[in-house]
């Protein structure tokens, strides 16, 4: 009997310890058909930090990248499975930023509404540039490359925290532009609408990987944080429509 519980108590310690610290759960994914060129999604999931600690770590939350383009993303990494098999296609999926879907709304691109919008435009992505540089040199920043400061602040505003058990949700607006053939180099893949379809969300969650991107304090205090974690987290499957 003690041998079968020491048996039960290493079984329970192992578990416990491949537990991972976060679960990501896709809660719906809705299709929207009221534009003639492409269908809209909008995919609702969540994020559970399973540990009695507060976790932390790099992630826009908001946007999403194919598998076959994700290295050393940021973004929401997405898997297409056709008829249960995956498909390492580099689409369907791309960013369905707002100021795109301004300027697709343009059909004259010299129109004087379509110069002052991107004008406008300009100004502020000029606006938002200034402001890292502003902020970086605030903090006693050094360095003098610009496009190195830019991604510096954008990484470290990536930066989130969940409390213990806490759940946040978030929302993924993207769109297929209605056309069937995606490539991935030269393997051709292809949507057919008879065929079943299912995403996957990865996180694939990097502290290690952006040491070029961090001062080197800002990079010491990220590895020396037993809370930053780091890791491939994976969602479940959901059916996803490419029918007509």
């Known amino acids: 009997m003690m041998r079968i519980f020491y048996v039960l108590v290493f079984f ?39 540990t009695a600690k507060p976790v932390s770590f790099f992630l826009l939350p908001t946007t999403l990248i194919a598998n076959a383009a994700s290295s050393m993303t940021l973004y929401a990494v997405y898997k297409i499975y056709q008829n249960g098999e995956f498909q390492d296609m580099d689409g369907p999926f791309f960013p369905d930023l707002p100021e795109r879907n301004e300027i697709d709304q343009f059909n004259d691109f010299n129109s004087p509404d379509a110069k002052a919008y991107l004008q406008k435009l300009n100004e502020k992505y000029k606006a938002q540039h200034d402001a890292f540089l502003e902020n970086y040199r605030k903090n ?41 053939s995606v490539s991935n180099g030269d393997i051709e893949y292809y949507l057919n609408e008879k065929d079943v379809f299912e995403l996957e969300l990865i996180l694939d969650l990097k502290k290690t990987g952006f040491k070029d991107d961090l001062s080197d304090a800002e990079f010491s205090a990220i590895q020396n944080d037993p809370n930053f974690i780091e890791g491939v987290f994976t969602s479940n499957k959901v059916k996803i429509n490419f029918a007509e």
């Open 140 to 180: 006693g920043g050094t360095s003098t490359d610009e496009k190195w400061i830019v991604y510096n602040q954008k990484l470290l505003q990536s930066k989130m925290t969940l409390q213990p058990g806490e759940t946040k949700s978030f929302v993924i607006p993207t769109h297929w532009n209605r056309i069937r």
């Open 12 to 50: 329970i310690s192992f578990v416990s310890s491949a537990q991972k610290p976060l679960e990501v759960t896709i809660d719906s994914i809705i299709s929207d058909d009221s534009h003639s060129l492409k269908r809209k999604f909008t995919i609702h999931y969540h994020l559970t930090n399973t």
